[in-house]
């Protein structure tokens, strides 16, 4: 045999058993362990920011009516608004985007008007909404809240409250406090 050709079946033998144990290794080595990848270029993003909302009920400026329930028709008129005339509030309708709850019933729309030209409403309670909680010449009190809702389930964390007190045999007294 020349010295080439046994040099070649040298290689040759010497090629085999590497690629035998590289496939040894392959086939018997363990796992790699899952690691976690991360980035090291910097990535920027712009925009003006995010804003929250948190909703405040309406604000009520006056009641202009306040009568005995006796009468009949309209019983209080109240005049209110939101608090700022910016989104999301101006975007708001009062049918849209208030509730009333009269003396612990369930939260309800109540007929309101408006807005006018400086952004109130106006509430009217009649006798015929109010049936049921006056009872004429005795004595009657009833309180009333309002929160403003918005979306699906968004509702103010506070209410303004309307009061309502008639005497026996006496005027009505109407009042309010605002939430905030």
């Not at 010497?14 to 090291?40: C, E, R």
């Not at 910097?42 to 925009?47: C, I, V, Y």
């Not at 009949?72 to 208030?98: C, D, E, H, L, R």
């Not at 006018?116 to 509430?123: F, L, R, S």
Request: with cysteine; proline share 7%; charged share 10%.
């Amino acid at each position: 045999m020349s010295r080439a050709g046994g040099r070649h079946k040298a290689i040759h033998g010497v090629l085999a058993a590497l690629g035998v144990l590289v496939l040894g290794l392959i086939l018997f080595a363990p796992p790699l362990p899952q690691t976690d990848a991360s980035y090291t270029d910097p990535e920027f993003a712009g925009g003006t920011g995010v804003s929250a909302v948190r909703l405040v009920p309406p604000q009520i400026t006056a009641v202009t009516t306040c009568r005995s329930a006796l009468l009949g028709g309209n019983i209080m008129v109240v005049t209110w608004k939101w608090s700022a005339q910016t989104a999301p509030y101006s975007g708001f309708t009062a049918a849209a985007n208030t509730e009333w709850q009269i003396a612990g019933t369930a939260w309800q729309a109540v007929p309101t008007t408006g807005p006018d030209a400086n952004g109130v409403y106006t509430t009217t309670f009649t006798s015929s909404l109010l049936s049921g909680l006056l009872g004429g010449l005795l004595g009657e009190s009833f309180s009333s809240n309002v929160r403003t809702k918005a979306w699906t389930g968004w509702a103010s964390p506070t209410v303004s409250t309307l009061s309502y007190t008639k005497p026996i045999l006496n005027s009505p007294t109407c009042g309010f406090a605002n939430g905030s």
